[in-house]
């Protein structure tokens, strides 16, 4: 994994996340988190709303929610990003996040994804602070 900004606390909850998920679902986090690390070294993690996994910089970019029948991940901007190859397959519908819902056996577009994440901090780091 990157050597990125980390909270350790925030990374030693998502690796007992993995570790306790134990099947698929573990597996794609994981494979999820380490791209995302991979697409910006300088991502932050964090844990919020009582047990979800946060990846940021300059703002969220997206969350990694564990479900049953889906690994959500779910980009708090992504009505704003461009998604040329249709990678958002999930929430649609509002005009702030899109999220993207990974089944048991699916596999992800790998430079599809990586594209949105550094999207996603740009949009981020384009953002003007408020007063």
Not at 8 to 29: F, P, Y
Not at 42 to 53: N, Q
Not at 60 to 77: M, N
Not at 87 to 101: H, K, W, Y
Request: hydrophobic residues 45%; proline residues 4%; neutral net charge.
């Amino acid at each position: 994994m990157a050597n990125g900004p980390r909270d350790d606390t925030a990374s030693r909850q998502i690796d007992q996340r993995i570790k306790d998920l134990a099947d698929w679902r573990g597996e794609t986090l994981a494979h999820i988190r380490a791209l995302i690390h991979a697409a910006d070294p300088e991502v932050t993690e964090t844990w919020k709303w009582r047990g979800v996994p946060v990846w940021e910089h300059a703002g969220i970019i997206c969350t990694g929610e564990t479900y049953k029948a889906v690994v959500k991940l779910t980009f708090a901007k992504g009505a704003a990003l461009d998604d040329p190859a249709g990678v958002f397959n999930a929430s649609l519908e509002g005009n702030t996040r899109r999220a993207i819902d990974i089944r048991e056996g699916e596999a992800i577009d790998e430079t599809a994804f990586t594209a949105l994440i550094r999207a996603a901090v740009a949009l981020n780091a384009a953002r003007k602070p408020r007063r």
